[in-house]
Structure formats: structure tokens, C-alpha cells
């Protein structure tokens, strides 16, 4: 080897590190906890913001605040598993799921399930697309996606929503068939992501949405804090809250825990 090839070697070996350096930047955020509550004439939806940012490469954790409930017009949603992939080295968030669908619902206007059925299509591509530029993405994002889903929407005097469990499984169409159905046919509250410490609570608790009402905006965030409390680690303050009406909306000030 002469000492002029050397040069050369030091240069690939700087690219090759770089390149390491470069994909070691990319993360996948997740996890949330959400409760939609049916009242006499709206709907509650109460939501975590803590996001837990994974790295691919090196497996370091980190936690961003992010809002969980979206809007887009009169229509409200909320994923359970959002799925955001960052790559810090093209400045930052390369997908996200929430607004993937903000844009497909808003090309269909009100048609909510017309929306959705575009989202799908569009999510599917956009994984294809995502798993060819960053082949090591986990298995888990490339060939199997699955977040509880709840959209919500007033049609007439009724609060409407498609609400379940939606999972992508490579090339297989999406399980979850977008039916719009009244709320009042579904479970009270519709929980999304994590909620088994909830659960546990209300099970102890058996009247604590019986009881009378007028405080139930801090009930559902009391009920968020409980999950907060036991599973810290995945979900966290500060804690989203909506009221929604047939012909109006209020977004509560964001709650932080003490």
C-alpha cells in the first residue's frame, strides 16, 4: 500500500461513518391513552401528550409533547398509535399518520368514511415508500400497522364516529371496514391505546360516571391522570381536553400536572 492510497482510505472511511452517523438519526414515535365521553348533548374527548421518540439505531429514548386530538373542520380524530418517523438529518418529521389523514379528510370535505377509505389507500403507499428508503426500519412499522382509531363527527342532532382497531398488514386490505355509527351504540367512554389502569379504576369505582355530571370534564382528566400514574413511562402530561357540540366546539385549557 503507498502512502498516497491513504488519503483515499480516510475519506471512505469518514463517508461510511457519516452515513452510519446519518441513519442513526431516525426515530419512531408512539404510544397515547384517549377517552371519548358521551354526554346528553356532546361529546368529551380527553387525551395524554406525551410521545415517546425511539431511535432505530442506537435505541435511546427521548419524550416530546405532542397534541393527540386533531381537527380538521368540524370533524375530530384521534389515533392510538400514530406512527411518526423523524429524521432529524432532512430537519425533523418525515411522516405522520395524524396528518396524513388531516389531508385526505380534507379533499373529501365532510364525507368522513369517503376520507378515511383515502387515508388507508394513501398509508399503505406511504409505508412502501418509507420501508424502501429506510430498509431498517423494524419489521413491526413495514409490515404491520396497528392503532385503535376514533373519528367523530355531528350529522344531524347525533354525534356519529368510526371507532375500532385498525390494523395494515402488508399487502392484505385494512381489517377495520369505516362505518359511520351513532355514539350512543358503542361503549361509554370509547377508550383508545393504553387504559387498563382506567379500567381497573372504573371497575373499583362502578359509579363514577353514574354520578351526577356537571364536573365531568375533570372526571375524564382525573381518569387520564390515573393511567399517567401507573404507566408513566408511555403516556404523560400535559392532558389535551375537547367539548364538542352539534354546532360548536371548546378546547379547555390544556391541564398540567403537578
Given at each position: 500500500?503507498?502512502?498516497?492510497?491513504?488519503?483515499?482510505?480516510?475519506?471512505?472511511?469518514?463517508i461510511?461513518y457519516?452515513?452510519?452517523?446519518?441513519t442513526g438519526?431516525?426515530?419512531l414515535?408512539?404510544?397515547t391513552?384517549?377517552?371519548?365521553f358521551?354526554?346528553?348533548?356532546?361529546?368529551?374527548?380527553?387525551?395524554?401528550?406525551?410521545?415517546?421518540?425511539?431511535?432505530?439505531?442506537?435505541?435511546?429514548t427521548s419524550?416530546i409533547i405532542?397534541?393527540?386530538?386533531?381537527?380538521?373542520?368540524?370533524v375530530?380524530f384521534?389515533?392510538?398509535?400514530f406512527?411518526?418517523?423523524?429524521d432529524?438529518?432532512?430537519?425533523?418529521?418525515?411522516f405522520?399518520?395524524?396528518?396524513l389523514?388531516?389531508e385526505?379528510?380534507?379533499?373529501?370535505?365532510?364525507?368522513?368514511?369517503s376520507?378515511?377509505?383515502d387515508?388507508?389507500?394513501?398509508?399503505?403507499?406511504?409505508?412502501?415508500?418509507?420501508?424502501?428508503e429506510?430498509p431498517?426500519l423494524p419489521?413491526?412499522f413495514?409490515?404491520?400497522?396497528?392503532?385503535?382509531?376514533?373519528?367523530?363527527?355531528?350529522?344531524?342532532e347525533?354525534?356519529?364516529?368510526?371507532?375500532?382497531?385498525?390494523?395494515?398488514?402488508?399487502?392484505?386490505?385494512?381489517?377495520?371496514n369505516p362505518?359511520?355509527?351513532?355514539i350512543?351504540s358503542?361503549?361509554?367512554?370509547?377508550?383508545?391505546?393504553?387504559?387498563?389502569?382506567?379500567?381497573?379504576?372504573?371497575?373499583?369505582?362502578?359509579?363514577?360516571?353514574?354520578?351526577?355530571?356537571?364536573?365531568m370534564?375533570?372526571?375524564?382528566?382525573?381518569?387520564?391522570?390515573?393511567?399517567i400514574a401507573?404507566?408513566?413511562?408511555a403516556?404523560?402530561?400535559?392532558i389535551?381536553?375537547?367539548?364538542?357540540?352539534?354546532?360548536?366546539?371548546?378546547?379547555?385549557?390544556?391541564?398540567?400536572?403537578?
Amino acid at each position: 500500500m503507498s502512502f498516497r492510497s491513504l488519503p483515499l482510505i480516510v475519506l471512505l472511511l469518514f463517508i461510511g461513518y457519516w452515513c452510519i452517523a446519518q441513519t442513526g438519526s431516525l426515530s419512531l414515535g408512539g404510544g397515547t391513552t384517549v377517552l371519548a365521553f358521551l354526554t346528553k348533548d356532546s361529546v368529551i374527548i380527553t387525551a395524554d401528550t406525551k410521545e415517546i421518540i425511539i431511535n432505530q439505531k442506537t435505541g435511546d429514548t427521548s419524550y416530546i409533547i405532542v397534541p393527540k386530538i386533531r381537527q380538521v373542520g368540524n370533524v375530530f380524530f384521534a389515533f392510538s398509535d400514530f406512527y411518526e418517523l423523524y429524521d432529524y438529518d432532512k430537519g425533523g418529521k418525515v411522516f405522520d399518520m395524524q396528518s396524513l389523514f388531516t389531508e385526505c379528510q380534507k379533499k373529501d370535505s365532510d364525507d368522513i368514511v369517503s376520507g378515511f377509505k383515502d387515508f388507508l389507500d394513501n398509508l399503505k403507499t406511504k409505508i412502501n415508500e418509507l420501508s424502501m428508503e429506510y430498509p431498517f426500519l423494524p419489521n413491526s412499522f413495514k409490515n404491520r400497522v396497528m392503532s385503535g382509531v376514533i373519528i367523530i363527527q355531528f350529522k344531524d342532532e347525533t354525534p356519529h364516529c368510526i371507532f375500532g382497531l385498525l390494523i395494515l398488514n402488508g399487502d392484505a386490505a385494512p381489517n377495520l371496514n369505516p362505518r359511520f355509527k351513532p355514539i350512543n351504540s358503542l361503549v361509554n367512554p370509547m377508550p383508545l391505546g393504553r387504559f387498563q389502569y382506567i379500567s381497573s379504576f372504573l371497575a373499583s369505582n362502578q359509579t363514577y360516571l353514574s354520578s351526577p355530571r356537571p364536573n365531568m370534564k375533570e372526571k375524564l382528566i382525573k381518569l387520564i391522570r390515573v393511567q399517567i400514574a401507573q404507566d408513566s413511562a408511555a403516556v404523560g402530561c400535559p392532558i389535551d381536553q375537547v367539548v364538542i357540540r352539534r354546532n360548536a366546539y371548546k378546547w379547555q385549557p390544556r391541564f398540567y400536572c403537578k
